[in-house]
């Protein structure tokens, strides 16, 4: 089979237009995308003209653009998106159809959210010249109401995202495990679920599990924390890329996760490692990881590339347009507050929070050639955000002026056994 070329970039919350001459930086990058066949990224924005009210819980920024970004977004040379993420559902199921309606308008093939579960977690292929490529899209980061749902005989499902839900379990000694038992008893916490289990509603607490107000805590020789993903998740998914694997010459999986081990954002989450190899043992070709709006390492496991994070393509959350009252009600500001007075107020005048921290605005594109089934090479396109700049122009990207951002992924992939060169301002990993 002929050689297929993929370049991957992480998030693109983006809520400005470009310029219509580009910018100083654009055509560079344009270059550089447009040399590959697939040219992926994540929309991490929802695309209308207020279509949708806004939802009670949002994904941290109410994520609202208008549909002519989606026209900058191609001028980049991207023609394919995931659209599974934290803010899919931020203006509720119109703005999710809405932001569907806009894509398919433009003839922009996506993955990851849809009319219902079989909509959202179907694979969308792209015919490239000598291959025909498929797409799934996963978010693990996401409120309960988010998830599409089911058809049943009798009703339609319900729009969403194609969710990755997760276990989370405390494993402690046997003073802790007895001291959380009989908080639990003395205070009543767990009243309801009894109550739902005596009456059918919930399964029972398996022996040697501790239910603590919707947290799970085994008896165990050592204190430690560990999470897995949701075996019904993991099925669908997994079927997904099977099917994939029949109908397309290779598949990738675009997943969206903030979730982290630890207390490092870059470290990934120990369910998305699990995830990530399920996905590949079930026949996928490469891992596309964002959410973090960070960079994570890279692993390569059985000869595919595991990116755990892209970071952020476009990162303009500090001008959006607009926000609903409850982000101005839930930092006890007025519902007359404007968003540049809302944005002084979270960011304390700009000296707190993801403007002051570095490794949010530099990033990776991942380019990436599979020849009969065999991922070639990876090369590693570093770029910059401009961290330096003031509000109305910060999170536009351009290549990086130098190989710092290189230096600092070839750290976080030794762990994973990867090891990164520098040739000639970039990256390469050798498989």
């Not at 996905?279 to 000869?303: F, V």
Request: charged content about 20%; some cysteine.
């Amino acid at each position: 089979m002929s050689r297929t070329t993929i370049i991957a970039t992480g998030d693109s919350f983006i809520t400005r237009r470009l310029p219509e001459n580009g910018y100083e930086g654009f055509e560079p990058l344009r270059k550089i995308i447009s040399r590959y066949d697939v040219r992926f990224n994540n929309l991490e924005i929802t695309t209308h003209y207020q279509e949708g009210v806004p939802a009670a819980f949002s994904g941290g920024t109410w994520a609202m653009a208008e549909p002519e970004i989606l026209d900058d977004l191609k001028r980049f040379g991207f023609n394919v998106f995931n659209t599974a993420n934290n803010h899919a559902l931020d203006y509720s199921h119109g703005g999710l159809l809405a932001t569907i309606r806009h894509l398919r308008e433009r003839d922009i093939p996506f993955a990851g959210t849809g009319r219902h579960m079989a909509d959202a977690s179907a694979p969308v292929y792209l015919e490239t010249p000598k291959a025909r490529v498929a797409l799934i899209g996963v978010c693990s980061t996401f409120h309960d109401s988010d998830l599409a749902g089911n058809q049943s005989i009798t009703l339609h499902g319900r729009p969403g995202l194609n969710g990755l839900r997760f276990q989370k379990t405390f494993h402690v000694e046997r003073k802790y495990y007895d001291m959380l038992k009989a908080v639990a008893a003395e205070t009543q916490m767990n009243a309801i679920l009894e109550r739902n289990i005596l009456n059918g509603y919930n399964r029972p607490i398996p022996d040697g599990m501790l239910y603590f107000d919707g947290l799970h805590f085994v008896l165990d020789t050592e204190n430690t924390m560990h999470t897995s993903p949701d075996p019904r998740d993991m099925a669908r998914i997994c079927g997904a890329v099977q099917e994939a694997r029949r109908q397309a010459d290779y598949v990738l999986i675009s997943v969206h996760s903030h979730e982290f081990a630890g207390t490092n954002p870059a470290e990934p989450a120990e369910f998305l490692r699990q995830f990530a190899h399920d996905c590949i043992d079930a026949g996928a070709d490469a891992i596309l990881g964002h959410g973090p709006h960070e960079l994570r390492g890279i692993e390569i496991y059985k000869e595919k590339p595991i990116f755990y994070s892209l970071g952020n393509f476009i990162f303009e959350t500090e001008t959006v347009r607009v926000q609903p009252a409850d982000a101005y009600e839930n930092a006890n500001m007025p519902n007359t507050t404007t968003v540049g007075s809302y944005i002084d107020m979270r960011s304390h005048n700009g000296t707190t929070g993801y403007i002051v921290q570095e490794n949010i605005w530099r990033s990776v594109m991942a380019g990436f050639g599979i020849e009969n089934g065999r991922i070639q090479d990876i090369r590693l396109y570093p770029i910059s955000l401009h961290m330096e700049r003031p509000r109305s122009r910060i999170g536009v990207p351009s290549i990086a002026p130098d190989e710092s951002v290189l230096r600092y992924l070839a750290e976080l992939s030794l762990p994973f056994g990867t090891k990164i060169t520098v040739e000639d301002g970039v990256g390469v990993v050798r498989l």
